[in-house]
T-cell receptor, first 114, second 110 residues
Framework: ETGVTQTPRHLVMGMTNKKSLKCEQH?????MYWYKQSAKKPLELMFV???????ENNSVPSRFSPECPNSSHLFLHLHTLQPEDSALYLC?????????????FGQGTRLTVV | KNEVEQSPQNLTAQEGEFITINCSYS?????LHWLQQHPGGGIVSLFM???GKKKHGRLIATINIQEKHSSLHITASHPRDSAVYIC????????????FGKGTHLIIQP
């Protein structure tokens, strides 16, 4: 148990559906991240939030829409996804962006787009 | 952009063997992380280091900043150590998050 909780753990959705992934941490961390892990590829950074402000959008298609209502919660809203978006989506948090701060990861959401 | 290379990609060993996983990177960093990912997908942070050596139980991590290289060692390996071990680097500022290697898939056979 890392202190970072992601829901749901598994999600199957059609290409026309709209769904949301949720990440929650009560570690007092100020920075939160969304990563994507596709088969046989390294984790890829998608979005970074620091003190609820988005600081990085790593050229992610607009069908992925992040939301950070407070420093404890992070959402990833999904709409009109493609089958190639099927992957493991991981949330992480850290105390701050700067310096060598340890990152804590959630268990991930396994997303399948059909 | 930092290039993070891990070796080997796959490693199968017998219980009790000493394991070494290597990581090299191309651009100077502020910190390096070793992570463990189990089949369910969840990731656990093992080490974060910016110099020297750290030890947790049977795990040892070292880093050589000048050579841009880090190693993760497992002593007296056990089947429960079977997992994917991922090296990730953090560059100054931290706004780019972590850059990850592809991981090393370790299987320890009884």
């Amino acid at each position: 148990e890392t202190g970072v909780t992601q829901t749901p753990r598994h999600l199957v959705m059609g290409m026309t559906n709209k769904k949301s992934l949720k990440c929650e941490q009560h570690l007092g961390h100020n920075a939160m991240y969304w990563y994507k892990q596709s088969a046989k590829k390294p984790l890829e950074l998608m979005f970074v939030y620091n003190f609820k402000e988005q600081t990085e959008n790593n050229s992610v298609p607009s069908r992925f829409s992040p939301e950070c209502p407070n420093s404890s919660h992070l959402f990833l809203h999904l709409h009109t996804l493609q089958p190639e978006d099927s992957a493991l989506y991981l949330c992480a948090s850290s105390h701050s962006l700067w310096g060598d701060t340890e990152a804590f990861f959630g268990q991930g959401t396994r997303l399948t787009v059909v | 952009k930092n290039e993070v290379e891990q070796s080997p990609q796959n490693l199968t060993a017998q219980e009790g063997e000493f394991i070494t996983i290597n990581c090299s990177y191309s651009v100077g960093i502020s910190a390096l992380h070793w992570l463990q990912q189990h089949p369910g997908g969840g990731i656990v942070s093992l080490f974060m280091l910016s110099s020297g050596k750290k030890k947790h139980g049977r795990l040892i991590a070292t880093i050589n900043i000048q050579e841009k290289h880090s190693s993760l060692h497992i002593t007296a390996s056990h089947p429960r150590d079977s997992a994917v071990y991922i090296c990730a680097v953090e560059e100054g500022g931290g706004a780019d998050g972590l850059t990850f290697g592809k991981g090393t898939h370790l299987i320890i056979q009884p």
